[in-house]
């Protein structure tokens, strides 16, 4: 094994949830389930004679409000919060079973969840965390929105925001590696306008928001403060970044740069990156060279595909 090598993780132990989905407002209950390794994050909806759908590319939905994953004619939405706890925390492997459609909003970040991680504890599992380690980049732009990402060490992220007032102008550059995410991350709330809310509702959206769960703006201020950062915005869009970008099934290893994105954009990147073997390998950590385990024998034609690419 090599130096940075990192075992899989999975938690310690069950934990429960309970709340109220944002866009459905309906009444959620959640359990995280411990599971084996190389099982990844799947969710299984319970009400639905626990049909099961994996958290991959292969099953987002298209919706530009939330992300969500769509499997047959079943979906699970608003995974992003929960998927980003999980990947910026280091939880590998685990079921989330929930009895209806949409996941709890909690307090709009995703610090509910790393508590509960804290609380709990990970454990580590006998096989090596895999990497997608990005070779070239890969870039979607639409209009002044763009997202890419580039080859680096660490999941380096740089995200810009640019927002009616009262939130304008701002960035966000941090490396998820340095172990962060609990602290700079996690808290950061969802927010929305005062004045799209009418618009929303009548979309059918946002039934379950409250003061409790969202920064509500106005026009000139913050209609419930205090912020939990001054940058609390580009935060929570760096959070909703990471949750989506899980969607490519594992951690990246690179650099991502994010200008005016959205879950739309976030999700067209995955998708992207997913189609475009030579942009992109699986390893074990930051500094491996040979590498004769089992797992990496299990994808002969992924590593193929990126050797010429690599210069
Ligand atoms: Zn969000």
Redesign the pocket.
């Given at each position: 094994m090599t130096q940075n090598a990192h075992p899989e993780q999975t938690i310690r132990s069950d934990i429960d949830f309970r709340g109220i989905g944002l866009h459905s407002g309906a009444e959620v209950s959640m359990r995280l389930v411990a599971a084996p390794a190389g099982s990844g994050i799947v969710f299984r909806r319970t009400d639905l004679d626990n049909f099961e759908i994996p958290a991959n590319g292969r099953n987002v939905a298209k919706v530009s409000y939330a992300t969500s994953l769509m499997r047959g004619s079943v979906l699970i939405s608003t995974t992003?919060?929960l998927l980003s706890a999980l990947i910026g925390f280091g939880v590998d492997n685990v079921i989330v079973e929930v009895d209806n459609l949409e996941l709890p909003i909690l307090d709009g970040s995703a610090l509910p969840y790393v508590e509960a991680f804290q609380r709990v504890g990970l454990k580590q599992q006998r096989r090596r965390r895999e990497y997608i380690r990005i070779l070239k980049e890969v870039e979607v732009r639409e209009g002044s929105k763009f997202i890419g990402v580039y080859p680096g060490s660490g999941y380096g992220i740089n995200y810009t925001i640019d927002f009616p007032q009262p939130i304008g102008f701002a960035t966000f550059r941090g490396d998820l590696e340095t172990g962060d995410y609990a602290s700079l991350i996690a808290p950061a709330r969802?927010f929305g306008f005062k004045e799209d809310e009418p618009k929303l509702r009548d979309m059918g959206l946002i039934r379950g928001a409250t003061d409790a769960c969202c920064i509500i703006l106005t026009k000139s201020a913050i209609q419930n403060p205090p912020l939990r950062f001054p940058d609390e915005f580009v935060r929570?869009k760096v959070?909703?970044l990471i949750?989506d970008l899980a969607l490519a099934g594992r951690r990246i290893q690179g650099r991502v740069i994010a200008e005016r994105a959205g879950h739309a954009m976030h999700t067209a990147l995955v998708q992207r990156l997913m189609r475009d073997r030579s942009a992109w390998e699986l390893t074990h950590g930051y500094d491996e060279s040979r590498d004769e385990s089992p797992e990496t024998a299990d994808a002969p034609e992924m590593l193929r595909s990126a050797l010429p690419a690599s210069a």
């Open positions: 992003e919060h969802t929570h959070l909703d949750g």
